[in-house]
Structures are given as C-alpha cells and as structure tokens.
C-alpha cells in the first residue's frame, strides 16, 4: 500500500528512509552519536577518542593546509535548490540501479581503511550496519580485518571491494580470487595513493598504523603474500580469528607501546613491523601505474570494473576507452593532494561532458561520487549534477568511534532519512526525477555568494 492510501485509509504508513524521522521523534531519546549535525558529530567523535587523539586525527586530517577538504565542502554552497510547490510528493523512494542491480538508496559505505583505530571490532560494525540497512558496503585492502571475516559479518549485504593495486601479480590475483570467491560484486581500484600524499597531522607525530603492522590484516591473512614472507597459512589460518598469530591487532593502537615493545624483544610486534613494512612496499610502493596497465585487472576481474580518484574529463574518458564500467570522482577526501579542484567541480564537468552523459544514459558507464558529502541536501546535489550514486567517507568513522555498529546505522540512517525528505520537499518523488537535470532542480549562486 502507498504511503498516500495508507493515510486515506488511516492505515500504518509502509516504512520509508524518512519514517526515520517519525521514529527519533516517537523515541524520545538523543541518538547514541549525540547529534545528526555533522560538525556537532565530528566535535563528539574528538571528544570520545581524546586519549587516542593521533587515530582520530589520521581520520579527520587531509594533505598540506587541508584546503580541499574545505574546498571540497564548501563547493556545495553554490548549487541551491528551488522547490516546487503543490506537487504529490507523497511516495517517494532513493532506489537506484548500479550495473544492473537495484539497490534501496543512492548511498555507498566508503572505502576506508584502518577501522581497527577507532573500535576493537573494526571493519566488522561497518560490515553489520552495511547489511542491516541493506547499503552497500566498499572493503578496503588497507583493513583491520580480512576479506572473509568482513564477508561474514556482511552476511547477505551488498558489497564491494576496493583494491590498492600491488606491486605483485601474483598477489594482485590473489587479492582479486578471494574477493570474488567471497561475494564481492564489484571491484573498485584506487589510483590516486600510488604513495602516500603529505599528511601533516599524521607526520607532526611520525603516526603511521601501517609502519606497526595495523591495516595489513587482508595482507595476514593471503597465503600468497604470506608464504613471500615465509609463512603457509592453512585451513582456517587464512582468517584473521581463525587463529593467525597476526590479525590480533592490539586495541587501542599505541605506537609507543609497540617500539617499546618491539626494544624488549617482543617477536610478535617485531614481526607484525617487518610484515606491516613488506605489505606497504606492494600496496603503497611509490611505483606509478599506467593506463596500458589497466588491462591487467580487466582481464582477471569478470564483474563490474571502476577506478576511483578520477578529477579529469579526459581521465574518465580513457577509463571508458580501457573497459572499465565506471568512475569515482573523488580526491581521497582532500588527503592527497592540497589545492585540488573540488570533486563536486569535477564531477560537474565530467557529467557535462556529451560522451560521458551519452554513455550514462545508454547504461554503459556509471559515475559515482566521493569527497564531502555530508548531508542529504549534498547526495541530491550530486545526483542533480550526474552522479549515479554517493559515497560517505568520515561522517560513518565518527559513527564508528563513537558507538560502533549503532554509531554507523544512525549517521547513515539520518542522512538517507534527509536525503528523502529534502527530495519531497523539493517537489519529487525519485531520483530518477533529478538525475543530470541540475537546471531544472537548482540554481548556481554566483561566486563569493557566502563569503
């Protein structure tokens, strides 16, 4: 029954993205992250992790002065909407299809790496959020946990897998056959941390998880990678709590306590280090790849194939030409390169780009977006300017630090629950409605409007 003859019949109304709102106010309880305001989230996240400030600074902090993040942020502020009135809006729905397969919001849980930093469960809440609201869930090869025990967690959810691209072949496929062999749908590869950009927040403290064998568990738990370094992992060893030494990562993470450790003699923490400094020489070598290259992965990844970090017209017009199925326009959230263009600029010209929407709309190239989306005002936007579906990056870190899975589920849930009645509010009833149509659903404000 739709919501409207739900209503006439004075029936329960079918549940929906916004009944979220109905729920908090029916409750009558602040939510477990403190505040859906996403500065007030931030702030809360800080506070929680003050006696782990360096984890939440290697989240929070972006490259140089940070003025991409800002930037990034800040682009959103020239698009505004212009609602219509005495239009039913009554049922309204995100759905949106994604290489042909139909999902329930336009949303996508990030790419993140390091989850192990703010919560001892790690990867494992985003994986249970990511299935209780039926999000799709991106993976990251830099995780606190393996390919198969997030798979687990995940259950029947939706997710994806995001490769940073190593030096290796043979671990390259390897990477690639578990992902595949455990339900990822979708491969998404990062090519703009082929090093690591300058990160001050991070540098002014010398923190690196990595350098300490933190964010290399999907490495630990490879038997290709492993048996590189002198170790066959068997049977269930190829699951970081099936009983490899290595995936026990200590919580919370304290460099200190790991170099003291390591002076003392401690073999595990001198070995999580050699492992942790052999993991990062095949995923963040320095080595630059090509677009000759490509074909590589292409060849050995039968499902959808997207490259993400993409800024330029021109960049994802090749990926179109080498066989990928889409793009991320995204600058890493402003953490690899200070004064890039903003990716909502970049999303704006790639999307205005005749063969690109050309391709769209023949349903054979999908763009997404990522960097600054923070509320569900910008998920609209974006999808107003082209992008096909979004990805949140921070906000569900501070979710995350905060109160684990339940953090995740009420930063997600409130952005979707704005993103729909923001969509009915502005006179439409799907997606479908505003995608690529940024002249009918907003007006650009002139520049320096808000300074």
Known sequence: MSFKAALEADQEVPESWSSYMTTVYRGRKPPSISSYDPEKLEAKAREVTKKNEAAFLYVFGSAGSCSTDRANRKAFEKWCFTPKMLIDASDRNLETTLFGVKYKSPLLLAPIGVHGLLHPEGELCAATAANNMGVPLIMSTAATRSLEDAAKANGDGPRWYQLYWPRSEPLTLSLLSRAKACGYTTCIITLDTMCMGWRPYDLDTAYLPFNHGIGIQVGTSDPVFMQSQ???????????YGGHEYSKIPYPFDPVACDSAREAGD???????TLGRNWSRQIHSGLFRTWDEIAFVRKHWEGPLVLKGILHVSD?????EAGCDGVVVSNHGGRQVDGAIPALIALEKICGDSRIRKAQIEGKFTILFDSGIRRGSDILKAI????????????????????????????????????ELTLGLCGFNSLDEIWGKREEVMDKLELGFYN
């Open 230 to 240: 002198g170790t066959i992992l068997e049977g269930d060893q190829q699951s970081p």
């Open 384 to 419: 107003a300017l082209g992008a096909q579906a979004v990805l949140l990056g921070r906000p569900y870190m501070y979710g995350l630090a905060i109160s684990g899975t339940q953090g995740i589920e009420e930063v997600v849930r409130g952005i979707l629950c704005e993103t």
């Open 316 to 320: 994802a017009v090749k990926a179109m």
């Open 267 to 273: 073999e595990f923490h001198t070995s999580l280090k």
